[in-house]
């Protein structure tokens, strides 16, 4: 119990310190901050790496593969998509 | 004490993150910041590849490959113009990776021991399967419609769906007890999957049209708040810190789209626009008070303007005529030493920002993209505004019907400009399906035609006079 009201309290905190952030994103860059928050969205690609390496059962071994896939798309692409965005803005 | 530099490591890569996404906070330290951000998430997947419980690289080498060419090819690829597409398939890839990811936990959790506490990992487990389902099965649908592929753009309903929807959340509600109680039964869990990904198709198919900005904000939220649900089942900080970072940033932007056009969230999910009875009709609006003029009438127009304001809407994206705006704009700054700018509404195009990186494709300059809010109470002093497939953004009743579907709603002031050109292909009206009165106004001009094809004429027009 102790270690989830830790775990709430980084979660509530990261919340609020998000909040404060991203307010101060201008309109011009949504898309780009759209794409590039959808990028690290794609941190699940951590418990991915661990399901498909720990390699516990086929079925666990299958859903952390395709989740290792699933994440990469997010991360590769997400930032990616979002750096020739911005080099548009950036260019004049 | 592996355990120590690991955890150290993370805690690294979610301050990267949090600065990243502070660069974003100006074009000029934009890039800077998305680096950074991938530096920061290079950092934690490089450490977590050195954890003692991974027995093999094959598979998670594969996987990546894979996934890396995938991303990699989308993100070179992709028009500009398909962004909103991509970012909601996107969307769906995280929510599909949180199910997937909790999927397993939960499954391993019946064979070795967890390392944090049993009853968090459960619990949740079923909010990663359940939110992370709805947002991969509502982004494909998003995806979908606004490709206009496979599922219609529009509205699709039909009579009952909000029970439906009500019945299927029952069951998620039940079935997430169930798994609470016996986390051993994995078919639960897929159950859970399943109900949820139905009810995320059908929360999304009926939203269309100049609705999906927030839907895509909204599912982008959501993709977060499924990784930060996956770091409780993991009890991992940077997935909850990375996950809720997201999920404030789709909530900020919902809110900001939902606000743009005066409704409620609840409204635009489960609401439908509708012409108010008794309004006006488009033949009351128009009927013989609506004044088209050719491009060459257009490019007189321009000749004498000092200041003139373009106001980009869905229809420019449609037209792919960001480019010849562009030039049209640049020889008037040029050759007429006129001052340009353009008028951005927060809803115009398909997702947030959709028109800013448009014009930014076509190498217009940041600085003269201008905020609603900012260029409204300058607009009477604008000579021309000309707007290029937009819609209800401009449409006066905003201001002045209170029955109007789109009442209260800000707009672009494009009224109080001294001339207002629109470039539109017919009379027909916006998503909000009602007349536009300006479109009938004394000081405004019809150019009617695809938005390129005018513009093209105009440009040439202009260069020969």
């Known amino acids: ?92 | 004490m592996k355990e120590v530099v690991i955890n150290l490591a993370y805690l690294l890569a979610s301050a990267m993150f949090v600065i990243g996404l502070k660069g974003l906070t100006h074009p000029r330290t934009a890039v800077r910041g998305n680096l950074t951000g991938a530096l920061g998430m290079l950092l934690a997947i490089v450490v977590t590849l050195i954890d003692q419980r991974i027995i093999g690289y094959e598979v998670i080498i594969a996987g990546a490959v894979v996934g890396g060419l995938i991303g990699a090819v989308f993100a070179i690829k992709i028009q500009m113009t398909a962004m909103p597409q991509m970012v909601a398939l996107f969307n769906g890839f995280g929510g599909g990776a949180s199910v997937l990811v909790a999927g397993a936990a939960l499954i391993e959790s019946g064979i070795i021991e967890v390392s944090g506490s049993m009853t968090q990992l459960v619990v949740a487990t079923v909010f990663s399967g359940l939110i992370g389902s709805v947002t991969f099965w509502g982004s494909l649908i998003a995806m979908f419609k606004l490709w206009e592929k496979v599922v219609p753009g529009g509205n699709v309903t039909f009579p009952g769906l909000q029970v439906v929807n009500a019945i299927l959340a029952i069951i998620c509600v039940a079935l997430g007890v169930m798994i609470i109680m016996d986390p051993t039964n994995i078919t639960l869990y897929w159950g859970l999957v399943a109900a949820a990904g139905v009810m995320g198709i059908l929360l999304t198919i009926p939203i269309g049209g100049a609705d999906m900005p927030v839907v895509i904000a909204l599912l982008n939220s959501y993709s977060g708040l499924a990784a930060a649900a996956t770091g409780f089942v993991l009890s991992n900080n940077v997935l909850i810190i990375a996950g809720s970072l997201v999920g404030a940033s789709g909530l900020i932007l919902t809110s900001i789209m939902c606000k743009a056009m005066n409704r409620s969230l609840a409204n635009v999910i489960f609401g439908k626009l509708a012409p108010a009875e008794g309004a006006a009709t488009a033949d009351e609006v128009y009927a013989g008070k609506v004044k088209a003029a050719s491009p060459e009438e257009v490019a007189m127009l321009f000749d004498t303007a000092r200041r003139v304001v373009f106001v980009p809407g869905y229809g420019m994206a449609v037209a792919q005529a960001q480019h010849v705006v562009r030039d049209l704009a640049n020889w008037l700054t040029s050759n007429k030493g006129a001052e340009v700018e353009y008028a951005i509404h927060p809803v115009a195009g398909r997702m947030p920002g959709h028109m800013n990186v448009l014009l930014a494709e076509a190498n217009v300059p940041y600085d003269q993209l201008k905020e609603m809010d900012e260029i409204n109470p300058t607009l009477d002093t604008a000579d021309v505004a000309m707007v290029i497939g937009a819609n209800d953004v401009v449409n006066p009743v905003a201001r002045t019907d209170p029955k109007s579907p789109i009442a209260g709603m800000p707009i672009i002031d494009v009224d109080k400009c001294r001339t207002v050109v629109i470039v539109k292909r017919s009379l027909s009206p916006g998503f909000a399906g009602i007349p536009n009165p300006l479109f009938a106004a004394d000081n405004t001009l019809m150019m009617f035609g695809d938005g390129k094809k005018a513009l093209l004429e105009l440009v040439a027009a202009l260069k020969e006079g």
């Open chain 1, 1 to 92: 119990m102790e270690s989830f009201v830790f775990t709430l309290t980084i979660f509530v905190l990261a919340v609020f310190l998000g909040f404060e952030v991203i307010t101060k994103v201008p309109p011009t860059l949504h898309t780009p901050l759209m794409s590039g928050s959808n990028a690290i969205s794609g941190i699940t690609i951590i418990g991915a790496i661990l399901s498909a390496g720990t390699k516990l059962t086929i079925l666990t071994t299958t859903l952390g593969f395709l989740a290792v896939v699933f994440a990469t798309i997010n991360v590769v692409g997400g930032f990616m998509v979002t750096h020739r965005m911005l080099d548009m803005f950036r260019r004049k």
